[in-house]
């Protein structure tokens, strides 16, 4: 019974939901050393505190061989704090730099190749780190293609959309398709795929 945190990936706060939810104070706030403390005599791995990350830091397991393995996850894993602070695909937003209003999209697909702009719904944002950063969906497209973001439930009809996250593709203003649906990181390639043939049809 044992719990672990993903420290390359949590920001280590006093106010971290896990130790608010653990019934046994396997998780707790060591002032003196400023990080959260774990006590795996106390862990009875409900699973609480997992289910209250929302990035996924938190990871909970019930034998000595998944720990293990785990530890050896978190080892290997590349990923940063940084990682929280980069805009992502489904996600809420971060940079204000991407965010568009309705009124604003002719203009925005004017003279552009290529736009991209997602239509998202900030009261269903998946968690952080494990959506697909902007950047690497958009790295294998022409270097001028542009991506925004736009809350608004209005274009749903429009463009025939079921399910947000949606990702419109323009082309020199032209409307070629969309993505809709939510895609966690290990779904990268699928997505690629998706938007290069809506592209090249
Ligand atoms: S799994 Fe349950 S008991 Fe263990 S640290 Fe998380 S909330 Fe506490």
Do not use: Q
């Not at 991209?116 to 950063?133: G, M, Q, V």
């Not at 895609?183 to 690629?192: F, G, N, Q």
């Amino acid at each position: 019974m044992a719990v672990l945190i993903n420290f390359k990936i949590c920001d280590n706060a006093k106010e971290c939901g896990g130790i608010g939810v653990c019934p046994t104070n396997a998780l707790s706030w060591d002032e003196e050393n400023k990080t959260i403390k774990i006590d795996n005599e106390k862990c009875i791995s409900c699973g609480a505190c997992e289910r209250e990350c929302p990035i996924g830091a938190i990871i909970v397991t019930k034998t000595e061989e998944e720990y293990k393995r785990k530890e050896e996850e978190i080892k290997n894993d590349p990923r940063t704090i940084k990682d929280l602070f980069v805009d992502r695909y489904g996600s809420v937003i971060i940079s204000d730099f991407f965010k568009i209003e309705e009124k604003d999209i002719n203009d925005k697909i004017k003279n552009n190749n290529l736009t991209l702009i997602e239509i998202y719904n900030p009261d269903e944002a998946e968690c952080l780190l494990k959506s697909i950063p902007i950047k690497d969906l958009t790295k294998g497209l022409p270097k001028d293609t542009m991506f925004y973001k736009i809350e608004s439930n209005h274009l749903l009809e429009k463009y025939k959309i079921n399910e947000l996250p949606a990702l419109l593709v323009f082309k020199k203003e032209k409307y070629l398709g969309h993505i809709e649906g939510y895609y966690t990181i290990d779904k990268i390639d699928e997505v690629i795929i998706k938007l290069n043939k809506i592209i090249n049809n």
